[in-house]
């Protein structure tokens, strides 16, 4: 199972730019549709030029925020939309240890 970056249409311009980087959400594409869909993108982590690991470059374009709503496809593969360079800041140093520390805690995950 992939997990990707997911855009809605409506947040991508005519130049294949994502308009609000931070309406972005994370979801599972399979047979051109929306298998599954999380939350939006923590900034912290996505948008941040001081964390590399997990930066949202580039996504994967929807009709809408629904489960089984379709991707835009080419023949060669996906759609994607880009998110430009303006979009990212420095937003420092992120603990990731402690922030899954953090969420076992709230998630009750022993």
């Not at 609000?20 to 979801?27: F, L």
């Not at 880009?82 to 992120?94: A, D, I, M, R």
């Amino acid at each position: 199972m992939n997990i990707r970056h997911v855009v809605e249409a409506s947040n991508v311009d005519d130049k294949g730019y994502v308009l609000d980087p931070s309406e972005v959400k994370h979801g599972v594409v399979r047979a051109g549709k929306i298998w599954d869909l999380a939350g939006f993108i923590d900034p912290r982590t996505h948008l941040n030029l001081d964390f590399v690991d997990h930066r949202v470059t580039k996504c994967i374009i929807a009709g809408r925020f629904i489960k089984y709503a379709p991707v835009k496809i080419k023949q060669d593969g996906f759609v994607f939309a880009h998110v430009k360079n303006e979009s990212y800041e420095h937003l420092g140093f992120v603990d990731i240890d402690e922030r899954r520390i953090e969420w076992m805690k709230r998630c009750q995950i022993k």
